[in-house]
């Protein structure tokens, strides 16, 4: 494939930035990648991996003729590093952003950048528990989704071009708007990690089982959880206090729900648990079908005998 | 290996006793294992997969002879097995269980044994998404935890050869109260499976975002839920209407935690959530340092580049 961009900086050098490196230089998508990272000991890791062609000593350095600059740091950081490059970006380049909410970042980046610039909001749905500049490889993005989120006005050569770079990197591509995006994300993404951080905290905090029986005992049920309420708590502060609404109102419709079958328990309504524990089965298949996730009995965990 | 049972008898033919066929015969812990299940279409495909060395028209006729007769049925219907198998155990015999909640058991299962049998209630912490005949696997509990719960009086000599079959199986082996068990496993595995099969049906349920948005944008992290919300419906109704105090009493502390992250969402309250999400990190590691999980991203779902 041909490079899809001459430069493309990578603002934050974290998971999503070392894999969208590493699956760029798979496929050659970009001349030239930059980098930078607020921390020294990330540049430092950075350049000793060799993640990025370059890693700049400031985000200014970074996009300084860049094509493309992407932000790949946590949601609350966005608008302060926006107002950090403005003045540099390269006339026509355009803008992305990787975070987890669009509305707010809209709100917050539009406004430092200038206007000969091109600013379409992205969003990866990809990620693990880790995080880090050598948690990322490049095989990340393969088969999963990427949501643009064109704003008013967005040019639809600039929006073709960054798609195919996504598209490059492995991604499916989908279009969405900023309202909309923050209400399926608070429902696939931000209530789930929500409600695991809350039970793995709660198990940690139970006088009468010790940690160690937690952690010995998980696979009954309990370690499917810890893998996303291990996710990065800088990032997972940003998304719930900027994504507050959707968040609130899916918690909100959680919590009825877990009412109603607290009741069921409570009053022995056997039935209306079995009916619940049917429905969710066939969306669990649903998911499979859909190639986003595996069907290999407890996640392939273990192996298989033939 | 040799023999440590000459006749072992399971009673139902999910996941877990076709786990304990296979895993038997690859180390011929039993000289024969007789089976029964309930259902006729099940009975058919054991003998087709060649799932017990006798699959028998009735449990009286499976249990006939046994030295062993494992309960692998729901929580629920333990006591008319009980019940249905009692006047046909052989005397000496060791009676066992797999079942999730143990109060309940002993106390309606008991009073259907003769005096002349050991009774020793029992619970492999393993498990997959699956279920039925054949979804087992003989590596089901290679290096899982499997609980032994003895009731008072019971045989030394029994519950040492119950352990050694166990081990036999690929368990670790530990004894616990019944009371303690059904405690540990309310925040190891009941509560767990109830909040994540709430998820689900509220993910599901949600109109503005339809079934397939839920599906396709999964992989953001409310996928890990549905595996659990997938499990036997059957199964899982017993356990909550059985364990109901001690799973009640859990997702209370659950709730009460929630709504105090969600106050600290509404609030702005960023230090609150960071310092909560950085202290659920440390379970994680637990887990996988105590061999209970793999440390492949996202559960080794995608290939790593080296």
Not at 10 to 24: D, K, P, R, T, V
Not at 26 to 35: I, N, P, Q
Not at 239 to 266: M, P, S, W
């Amino acid at each position: 494939m041909s490079a899809i961009y001459d430069r493309v900086a990578l603002i934050g050098l974290g998971l999503i930035a070392s894999s969208m490196f590493w699956a760029s230089k798979r496929r050659s998508l970009a001349g030239e990648v930059t980098g930078f990272a607020r921390s020294a000991e990330t540049r430092e890791t950075a350049r000793r991996i060799g993640l990025c062609d370059r890693v700049c000593e400031s985000a200014a350095e970074a996009v300084e003729g860049a094509d493309l600059v992407v932000l790949c740091v946590p949601v609350g950081a966005m608008a302060s590093v926006a107002a950090e490059i403005g003045p540099f970006l390269k006339p026509g380049a355009t803008v992305t952003d990787v975070g987890s909410v669009k509305r707010d970042v809209i709100e917050n980046v539009c406004v430092h950048l200038p206007d000969n610039v091109h600013f379409i909001p992205g969003h990866p749905l990809a990620g693990t528990e880790h995080s880090g500049p050598d948690s990322g490889f490049a095989e990340l993005f393969d088969n999963r989704w990427c949501l643009l989120v064109p704003v008013e006005g967005s040019d639809r050569d600039a929006l073709a071009q960054l798609r195919a770079f996504w598209e490059g990197l492995g991604s499916n591509v989908e279009e969405m708007d900023a309202d909309h995006h923050d209400l399926v994300l608070a429902v696939t993404s931000h209530a789930p990690h929500l409600i695991a951080y809350t039970m793995v905290g709660v198990a940690d905090d139970l006088r009468r089982v010790t940690d160690s029986e937690v952690i010995k005992y998980s696979a009954a049920g309990f370690r499917d959880f810890t893998r996303i309420a291990a996710s990065d708590p800088t990032m997972w502060r940003d998304v719930f206090l900027t994504n507050k609404d959707a968040t609130l109102e899916i918690l909100g419709r959680f919590t009825e729900e877990l009412f109603a079958l607290q009741r069921a328990i409570r009053t022995g309504d056997g039935d209306h648990l079995h009916d619940y524990f049917t429905r969710t089965r066939a969306i669990r298949r649903g998911i499979i079908e859909a190639g986003q996730d595996t069907d290999a009995p407890d996640f392939g965990r273990v192996k298989q005998p033939k």
